[in-house]
């Protein structure tokens, strides 16, 4: 069965953002582990990842306003706009800390990273769960 336009673009509103989310989390993970001399360059790195999560979180948000396959839902605003908004913008923000408050910094970004997880876990759940049980609906209405 060939893709459409509309799906297309709710794939690129909910789907792509989850796998964005797990790479973030990954490449976090990655930083926070590598045997730094300080936090300095770390923290340069995930604030360039916090940064970029904001302005991505700016195009999720108009692709889910575009797409016309699904109707968002608040639940669907809370984890694909403003949990990951406030995730990225943790991050961000953390890095001002880092300097001279290193443990409370650390913490953000772990805070940060696990609220991208538990995110990217939910909204793949959530995706898994309304193609099974979308697609049979569509099924049993034939």
Known sequence: ??????????????????????GAVLLLSAIVSAPWHG???????????????????IIVTRRMRVQTVYTPEFEDWLFHVLLPLAAYAMLALSTFAAPSHTREALFAVGAATLLL?????????????????????DQIKR
């Open 1 to 22: 069965m060939p893709i459409v336009r509309g799906q297309a673009q709710a794939g690129a509103a909910f789907a792509t953002p989850t796998i964005v989310h797990f």
């Open 39 to 57: 936090v300095a360059s770390a923290a340069v790195l995930w604030r360039l990842l916090g940064l970029s999560g904001i302005v991505y979180e």
């Open 117 to 137: 997880l538990f995110i990217g876990i939910h909204n793949a759940w959530d995706s898994v769960a309304y193609h099974v049980f979308g697609s049979r609906s």
